[in-house]
């Protein structure tokens, strides 16, 4: 399954990152778009009904990823990035990543040029809705 992120700029998304904030950075805050909310909701219901009947055998994983894109040259030095994840608007942000330099993260099969492409080659940039596998 795949759910469709969404930039949002509502304040309890925002406002619990605001001390995360550095001088230099930026935030963007992602939601899951509300049109997948049935389908996430029938998942965990199906998910439930299966560990009913054969508790031992159902498992499940959930995958977090992002993706970047760059809008002209890379600058010197360090290309970090962090990651938060909240699944409840009533609990804090959980830190995934935290300050990974996206250099380090370039290997020989996937170099930085591939890993963090022009945004005009980016197919989910942040002017389109971002995808997430589900």
């Given at each position: 399954?795949?759910?469709?992120?969404?930039?949002?700029?509502?304040?309890?998304?925002?406002?619990?990152?605001?001390?995360e904030r550095k001088a230099g950075t930026?935030?963007?805050?992602?939601?899951?778009?509300?049109?997948?909310?049935?389908?996430?909701?029938?998942?965990?219901?199906?998910?439930?009904?299966?560990?009913?009947?054969?508790?031992?055998?159902?498992?499940?994983?959930?995958?977090v990823g992002a993706d970047a894109c760059?809008?002209?040259?890379?600058?010197?030095?360090?290309?970090?990035?962090?990651?938060?994840?909240?699944?409840?608007?009533?609990?804090?942000?959980?830190?995934?990543?935290?300050?990974?330099?996206?250099r380090e993260a370039a290997t020989k099969?996937?170099?930085?040029?591939?890993?963090?492409?022009?945004?005009?080659?980016?197919?989910?940039?942040?002017?389109?809705?971002?995808?997430?596998?589900?």
């Open positions: 399954m795949i759910f469709a992120l969404r930039e949002t700029t509502a304040p309890e998304d925002v406002a619990p990152l605001a001390g930026r935030i963007y805050a992602y939601r899951v778009d509300p049109a997948d909310y049935a389908a996430i909701r029938a998942r965990q219901k199906e998910f439930l009904e299966e560990k009913a009947r054969d508790p031992g055998k159902t498992h499940g994983s959930f995958g760059r809008r002209g040259d890379f600058p010197e030095g360090p290309l970090l990035t962090t990651t938060y994840l909240r699944t409840q608007l009533s609990s804090p942000y959980l830190t995934v990543l935290k300050n990974l330099d996206m099969e996937k170099p930085l040029d591939a890993l963090v492409p022009p945004c005009e080659k980016f197919a989910n940039r942040a002017e389109t809705p971002m995808a997430v596998n589900r």
